[in-house]
């Protein structure tokens, strides 16, 4: 009955730290409005440029520019929630090698959780915005696909979180890992804005295991084309897979950091 409860109270937790964060930025309104506004005129530009090489060519390797359209909407999506709700998780890395955890572990809610949430991107509220835009002027969903639509751009958002997560535990072994951390996560946004199709061979199995960019552009793309049960299965396993993981190393790594001065151990 306890765990239920925590269960059930955990979205509420997570909102009020997210309203609590988004309150934060705004006390410089006008930054805040600037940056977010700059977000979204980035990924427009973007857009138009793909945009405007499907016009040129219409059909590349099975892709139309209404597909282009979807992965960047679903990925910009699943970044912005991702980024605004679990915005402090890019400095996990950091937060580890300085000691910065201490702060964390007393607190009576998952250690992992409250260093994810306790900070808020406010540029990704500009991806939010942006992919909410394209999506319903440029594709005019029906009501269950724009549905469809907002619950993959949740896993998405779990993935991102979760896999930035993993590359940030890893400090808890390797020692500094922030260069690798951006690196990575960089390749993964970038590898999830392209026609997956493109790629062959070796590369597009990395890009379904090692780098995860399939789960965030392709079958998403593919469930929103045509659902299909046993596919969106396969979406919800993986989240809740990389999910399972990023929890595992980082409750592994935290035994390390309990269990002495890791600061001192790198020094």
């Known amino acids: 009955m306890k765990f239920l409860k925590l269960m059930a109270s955990t979205p509420r937790f997570i909102w009020t730290y997210l309203v609590a964060n988004v309150q934060a930025a705004m006390e410089y309104r006008a930054a805040f409005v600037v940056q977010v506004i700059s ?41 912005g929630i991702g980024m605004s709700v679990f915005g402090n998780a890019p400095r996990l890395a950091a937060l580890i090698m300085n000691g910065g955890l201490d702060a964390y572990l007393g607190m009576p809610r998952n250690t992992l959780l409250h260093v994810c949430i306790s900070a808020t991107d406010a540029t990704a509220l500009g991806d939010v915005l942006f992919a909410l835009g394209a999506y319903l002027l440029l594709l005019h969903p029906g009501f269950w696909q724009f549905a469809l639509f907002l619950l993959l751009a949740l896993l998405v958002a779990l993935i991102f979180a979760a896999f930035i997560v993993i590359l940030g535990s890893l400090a808890f072994f390797l020692g500094n890992t922030e260069g690798l951390t951006q690196q990575m996560f960089g390749a993964l946004v970038n590898f999830s804005t392209y026609p997956m199709n493109i790629f062959t061979g070796i590369v597009r199995l990395v890009l379904f295991t090692v780098i995860p960019a399939g789960f965030i552009s392709f079958i998403p793309l593919q469930l929103l084309k045509q659902f299909a049960l046993p596919l969106f299965a396969i979406m919800l396993g993986f989240t809740a897979l990389i999910v399972a993981v990023a929890f595992g190393i980082f409750q592994l790594g935290l035994r390390r950091y309990e269990s002495g001065n890791l600061l001192g151990m790198q020094n």
């Open 39 to 79: 977000m979204a005129a980035n990924d427009m530009l973007w857009l138009f440029f793909w945009w405007s090489y499907f016009h040129q060519f219409p059909l590349v390797h099975g892709w139309q520019n209404t597909d282009i359209v979807v992965i960047w909407a679903v990925a910009a999506c699943g970044f």
